[in-house]
């Protein structure tokens, strides 16, 4: 079921909010799909949903290789019956703000992030909404 990402349901969002996980889907180089449980936060005003990472995992390195454009991701939850899906397009941030700004956000949603000096930010422009919540 699609969603109007600028009208979002406020049980869709709510589910956004609540302690789950989530799974990151990324294209390798050669096209193949590779799949990672992440905690992620989605803030629904700008339309950004940030994934934490450390800048070797395989999931940042299959970003980079898109380029500058970035890369068409999907991240989804799940809770029985209840799923939402956020697509659109990823790209890295590696500055001091961007990511304390992430670490942040991952912290209210979940619990304070472990200090990782190699720490990164997937930050994805959503475009579109799907799910159930």
């Known amino acids: 079921m699609a969603h ?8 869709y ?5 609540e302690y789950q996980l989530c799974t990151l889907t990324t ?5 193949t799909p590779h799949v990672v449980p992440v905690g992620a936060t989605f803030d629904p005003e ?12 395989r ?3 299959n970003v980079l290789a898109a380029g500058e ?11 029985r019956a209840r799923w939402a899906t956020l697509e659109g397009r990823a790209v890295i941030r590696q500055d001091a ?8 956000r991952y912290a209210e949603r979940y619990r304070q992030p472990r200090e990782n000096p ?13 799910g159930r919540a």
């Open 46 to 57: 700008t339309g950004i949903a940030r994934v934490i990472s450390s800048r070797e995992s």
């Open 97 to 104: 703000a961007s990511v304390a700004d992430a670490e942040r």
């Open 27 to 31: 294209l390798r180089p050669d096209g």
């Open 69 to 79: 454009a970035g890369q068409r991701v999907a991240l989804c939850q799940v809770d």
């Open 13 to 17: 969002l709510a589910f956004w909010r």
């Open 4 to 11: 109007d990402i600028h009208h979002l349901d406020p049980a």
């Open 118 to 130: 190699e720490r990164v930010v997937i930050e994805i422009t959503v475009l579109r909404a799907l």
């Open 59 to 61: 999931k940042v390195r």
